[in-house]
């Protein structure tokens, strides 16, 4: 069964920033692109970003680009996403998300001085 | 703004048949397989269609996608109170080399 644990959001000053996790497990990690999908509160879906399964190509919605930085450890089965230069409208459940078909239970950012 | 174009709203009586649709361009639908989600009121989106009409296992086949040029639509015939969710549709963009989504629609169950 494929499990996606997200871990490491919190609250965070404006400007601030965090490191967001994904432990994955159930299947082969490094077969397998990823993607980091955020929801406001009330709010639909946003693409934030994505990863090949090497790690060589990545993908950034525009409205965090050169912002967030995503990467995978593949003999840890991880995905990150660095998180900086936080805004009030990055406030957000965070979800990881195995080649857009299995999600995790997200993690909520909270950007508010 | 969404790049995909949902209507906010639907809704049906029980036993009932509903029509969800999701407009696009040549740079998403047009070109790309879609996929749509349905999450739960307070749970994370779980898959109910993708490649635009194909149902993972576990899914009813109540729930049946097509794609017609630049516009997909999601079907659910039976209507089952379970059923009352939010829905999205998605598919990869040429244009901006992400998925994009529809801003969403609010099914409810009268």
């Known amino acids: 069964e494929v499990q996606l644990v997200e871990s490491g959001g919190g609250l965070v000053q404006p400007g601030g920033s965090l490191r967001l996790s994904c432990s994955a497990s159930g299947f082969t990690f490094s077969s397998y692109f990823m993607h980091w999908v955020r929801q406001a509160p009330g709010k639909g879906l946003e693409y934030v970003s994505g990863?090949?399964?090497?790690?060589?190509?990545?993908y950034y919605g525009d409205s965090v680009k050169g912002r967030f930085t995503i990467s995978r450890d593949n003999s840890k089965n991880r995905l990150y996403l660095q998180v900086s230069s936080l805004r009030a409208e990055d406030t957000a459940v965070y979800y990881c998300?195995?080649?857009?078909?299995?999600w995790g239970q997200g993690t909520l950012v909270t950007v508010s001085s | 703004q969404s790049v995909l174009t949902q209507p906010p709203s639907a809704s049906g009586t029980p036993g009932q048949r509903v029509t969800i649709s999701c407009s696009g361009s040549?740079?998403?639908?047009?070109?790309?397989?879609v996929n749509w989600y349905q999450q739960l009121p307070g749970t994370a989106p779980k898959l109910l269609i993708y490649s635009n009409d194909q149902r993972p296992s576990g899914v009813p086949d109540r729930f049946s996608g097509s794609k017609s040029g630049t516009s997909a639509s999601l079907a659910i015939s039976g209507l089952q109170s379970e059923d009352e969710a939010d829905y999205y549709c998605a598919a990869w963009d040429d244009s901006v080399n992400v998925p994009v989504f529809g801003g969403g629609t609010k099914l409810t169950v009268l």
């Open positions: 990863i090949s399964s090497n790690g060589h190509n990545t």
């Open positions: 998300v195995k080649d857009m078909r299995d």
């Open positions: 040549s740079s998403n639908i047009g070109s790309k397989s």
